[in-house]
């Protein structure tokens, strides 16, 4: 046990660091180190039942994490281009993805599933970008973290959706309905009572007068994190769906700050260890020929579907920006690659088709930034109205 | 997973603000909760293989904290009486502790886990106290805490050499002196080549311009936790003697006090769930009369010995100073419930004796401090010269 969370730390770390000097994603880096120490190729680090809970806890938390990290207000600010780009942005992805599969003769849980796994947009590799050249503060920078905010949203509730008929086998459209309802209905409850007790809770969890060590804000967070993600599962939904929504309910209480620092070195330890894993399932010699093939189609539609959904959606800004929220918005990453995990592990998906998921990932998130930077540096990109003043 | 998890998490939380709400030691809490859901009561929680790994990388991840907070500096301020402290203060204990058990005929592996069991002191519980009452700047206060870094090592040390003897089966005098030998290298080894090789590496981790989430210097202490616990392991030490080494290590850079910011979450998350692991494994059912009865012998031992041994060493500082050292070094806890459960799990002690060393650990961690209390407050306790200008 030691020995593999020895390995899987250091080398999750030192591939991370390698990839984030030479201005690539980490996350990539981790999944690659992943596949070069896991079975296909050095073989140093098997699956056990202890690494792979491990890996669950890991996304759980990254998930939260991600949840604590959504301003839904901002998806008030930046309005009707992020919303639209966000809608257009998962419906084009999801629709264009599941046809390709159902059309190569996929079964139609497959289908479903590499839908989900195109829709969600990785908003982190875009925003390094946009800060690393100093345009946070454009249009076309709040037009896409607000989208990517809908976007995750969205994202969780189809794929709370997808898992659910997937556990439950059929896929008649009553059901369907009944389980999106389900999900939804989880989502609101979850914000409409859990949001005002939490507000209500969390400040008296700040106050009290107790040593730093023990956090109580920090414990509050955990025993949510882990309460929800339980809740979720025995409604049948994924257990990060209720991680999520547990993360959204602190985002916005004045406890948010603190307790953001004190997840980072859960995040810290426990995610790059998921993604190395993540990397350890991909089996080398699932690409064959046919595999690599239809991997780049998948990859395609991931980068079209996005620039044409996307770009759609944000059109009434002028070509050119609605270009740059489109290939702002391609890269997948961690939600992608949490779809197809769960997809694996449950036998939904075959590991053929998480092979090519993990390729599409891997490759739009690459893509993206070189393609991103020139768009940017050139031209005098609008700055966004301020925000100030506004509740 | 999920379940466990959120209920060992959720009940140790809530008991351990209860306790610290009644003055008591947390850690008290967290065990008899521990001790209500395991399988002798509610039968909520059984031991699962995950949980049981878990909870080994919690204690792993508790000593490095401890050998963090260590400062080996602490020693030679106090000097002289601190170390007659803590020397009389371990091996009287231990001497009697096997006595007893050798006394009531238990196996001799069993009697040095006991002996060793009873050896380290919580100094967090009498830290507490000192700090409650205002007292942390007396001559008391240094020595007691000045033992506690001297008693943590000799403890570890101990447990080092005896954890190899039980693995090993024999316990022959040559044995006994070349794994000796070898604990005492390894720490040597350690802290010589670590020690240098940590304080130039540090501030490089710190400096690292990377985001604040990556957090280089986090991530090099668990990599240095994970690898020295897997070091130890190798040459037949245990795991934690190497996370403690790895923790002194960082204990004096200028990063330590980044570095122990960051690792609060992490105690908080999995140092709770440890304690209550350790609760679950007591069974009640094992309470016979005659349990009970040595339970309370052991207990009466470890009080008199801490008592008898600390008193003497810190006699020519008074009588008064001397009986308040020795009762405030009386508290075992987390470091005893360390080895009870070590001894447990590699099945070298058996269910009865690690019913009576966790009930040992937890009277004497409710003892202590009440008896303290009166003998601080009204006494004028001599303030002990001021450590400044000293490197």
Redesign the interface.
Known sequence: ???D??LL??SA?LA??LF?RLRQP?VVGEILVGLLIGPSLLGLVRET??LS?FA??GV?FLLFIVGLETNPRELWRVGRHSAAVAVLGVVAPFALGYFLMQALHHPTNEALFVGAALTATSVGITARVLSDVGKLGTVVARVILGAAVFDDILGILVLAVISAVATEGGVSLPAIALLAAEAIAFCVLAVLIGRPAVHRLSPRFWRHP?E?????I??LA??LC??F??LA?TIKLA?IVGAFFAGILFAETREAAELRR????????FVPIFFVIVGTHVALTTFTPTVLLIGLLITLIAVLSKLLGCGLGALPLGRRQALTIGIGMVPRGEVGLVVASLGLTRGIISQDLYSMVVMMCVITSILAPPLLRPLLRPAQLPAAPSAEGRP
Chains 1, 2 share one sequence.
Do not use: K, W
Request: proline share 5%; no cysteine.
């Open positions: 046990m030691l020995l969370l020895f730390f250091v770390r991370g660091e984030a980490a039942e202890f809970l669950e806890l759980v107790q730093a060590r023990r956090n109580p920090f414990a955990v025993a882990l309460g993600s339980l599962t257990a004190s997840m980072d070195p859960i995040y810290a330890f």
